[in-house]
């Protein structure tokens, strides 16, 4: 089964960065669009940001657009997720995602594979 393993969720100021990463396999990170959503208690899971398997396309929740960008490392395997100008609503637990297909999905059923959650905490 793929699996994706997450790091970097903490507790920032507003304003502040912070960089979640998700390494993968090189083959999974080879096939794979990838991708980041969010969910908080009484939510549902939220999509954020997503990379395509090939020609780096990327797409964008309204939200965040302009203040988090989505990219990948190929010689570490690795998705990344730079937040920088955080809100407070930007808290939630964060969580990686990948699906075989080459077109980027934005909703949760789109994906096949999960990271665990990474918990981020933005306050004043």
């Known amino acids: 089964q793929v699996q994706l393993v997450e790091s970097g969720g903490g507790l920032v100021q507003a304003g502040g960065s912070l960089r979640l990463s998700c390494a993968a396999s090189?083959?999974?990170?080879?096939?794979?669009?990838l991708a980041w959503f969010r969910q908080t208690p009484g939510k549902e899971r939220e999509f954020v940001a997503a990379?395509?398997?090939?020609?780096?396309?990327?797409d964008y929740a309204a939200s965040v657009k302009g203040r988090f960008t989505i990219s990948r490392d190929n010689a570490k395997a690795t998705v990344y997720l730079q937040m920088n100008s955080l809100k407070p609503e930007d808290t939630a637990v964060y969580y990686c995602?990948?699906?075989?297909?080459?077109?980027?999905?934005?909703?949760?059923?789109?994906?096949?594979?999960w990271g665990q959650g990474t918990q981020v905490t933005v306050s004043s």
């Open positions: 090189e083959r999974t990170f080879r096939t794979y669009t």
């Open positions: 990379v395509s398997r090939s020609f780096g396309n990327t």
């Open positions: 995602a990948a699906r075989a297909r080459l077109q980027i999905g934005i909703g949760p059923n789109d994906y096949d594979y």
